[in-house]
């Protein structure tokens, strides 16, 4: 199934205080649509962030990112729709849309919506009414209300993406959320367990609640990898997916690209996952001379299985020749595409070992990893 999240983000949300939309406000240390769009990373295939053409500083930060753009229209619904169209021929087949004023939301929710779409044609999370209701006036209190039966809306809220398409299509506008369209259309809409942690941020002091709870929810988890190769006969190696000329090549029983080597290990140490022989046994002969992005693919994935995102890695190349300086962009970029992450989350630098050991003589490169891991 090829997935996508729409996180709508053009309205103003002056009401939470503060002087600029609630969705470019520090919380925790990063900005509220930070902590939003990373929670869609690595669960789904395609985010789609709506932007205010008030925004135009926001708009030339993202562009050129690993996301795509779209205008906000006049109202949500009109947001929504052009985040659909940015989806447009891309082969999507499940949606979801989002408010990037829930910052809060645990990737547990997003896999539940994807997991109950498989088999409906919508499906949202919702959190039953527990509490007593009124209805009021002004300061006093006119009466109650039965809360059987009755929910409190999340979001995502996910969708078949040519049923939603088609009912936003056919509505007339003033729908709540897309859940009203979505039945509107005839759509039957199921729902799956909510998060009371799932909070949208509306008023100044929700902003102390969300920091809160993004701060009881941290588990950040290292890793270290360390790998080494040997020269051989060869033309080349390949060191973090890049192909460098070199009058020798790496021995082993892949590609022997040492620095991805490095970074894998990282990432299944942070994860207390052994290692890259665990899960590709150097004795299976189907991995003989496999592309090392395999593994590294197969390490990103299991962290997004386990919950957790991937917030950067460092790797160390450590030898004499090849010169790593001039190739070192483009294994950042490389790291970058293969990971599903941001460049700047990629660091890739060299040092020698002063002539000494077995580096020293040119013998071989030794790479060392770390990774950083975060609950999401």
């Known amino acids: 199934m090829t997935t996508a999240a729409i996180i709508v983000a053009a309205g103003r949300g002056l009401r939470a205080g503060g002087g600029i939309p609630k969705q470019w406000r520090p919380l925790a240390g990063r900005r509220v649509a930070d902590w939003t769009i990373d929670r869609f990373r690595h669960q789904v295939d395609h985010i789609v962030l709506v932007l205010s053409e008030d925004d135009q500083n926001a708009w030339d930060e993202f562009l050129g990112s690993d996301l795509l753009l779209a205008k906000g229209g006049s109202d949500r619904a009109g947001s929504v729709r052009n985040g659909l169209d940015a989806l447009d021929g891309l082969g999507i087949e499940h949606v979801l849309i989002h408010d990037v004023a829930r910052p809060c939301l645990s990737s547990q929710t997003i896999a539940d919506v994807l997991t109950a779409l498989t088999k409906h044609e919508a499906a949202a999370p919702g959190l039953a009414v527990t509490d007593a209701l009124w209805t009021g006036d002004e300061a006093d209190v006119t009466g109650t209300q039965d809360r059987t039966g009755l929910f409190a809306a999340q979001t995502p809220q996910g969708f078949r993406y040519d049923a939603i398409v088609a009912a936003h299509a056919a509505h007339s506008g003033g729908a709540a959320d897309d859940v009203e369209v979505a039945r509107a259309a005839g759509m039957n809409v199921v729902i799956v367990p909510g998060d009371a ?180």
Not at 216 to 237: A, K, P, Q
Not at 344 to 363: H, M, Y
């Open 197 to 376: 942690d799932n909070i949208k941020i509306t008023r100044p002091e929700d902003f102390a609640r969300a920091e809160r709870v993004l701060g009881t929810d941290m588990d950040v988890r290292l890793g270290n990898g360390y790998d080494v190769h040997r020269f051989g006969d060869g033309d080349h190696v390949i060191l973090c997916g890049v192909k460098i000329p070199h009058d020798r090549g790496l021995q082993g029983h892949s590609d022997a690209d040492v620095g991805m080597h490095a970074v894998t290990d990282a990432i299944y140490g942070a994860l207390a996952q052994g290692d890259i022989g665990q899960h590709f046994p150097p004795t299976d002969p189907q991995w003989k001379g496999a592309a090392s992005e395999i593994f590294l693919r197969h390490a990103v994935e299991l962290s997004v299985q386990m919950g957790y995102n991937i917030s950067n890695v460092d790797c160390t190349l450590v030898c004499e020749y090849p010169k790593i300086g001039p190739h070192a962009p483009a294994m950042r970029e490389e790291m970058a595409r293969i990971m599903g992450l941001r460049v700047d989350q990629i660091s890739v630098k060299a040092t020698t070992s002063e002539r000494l050991g077995f580096t020293g003589r040119s013998e071989g490169i030794a790479s060392l990893a770390t990774a950083c891991l975060v609950k999401s």
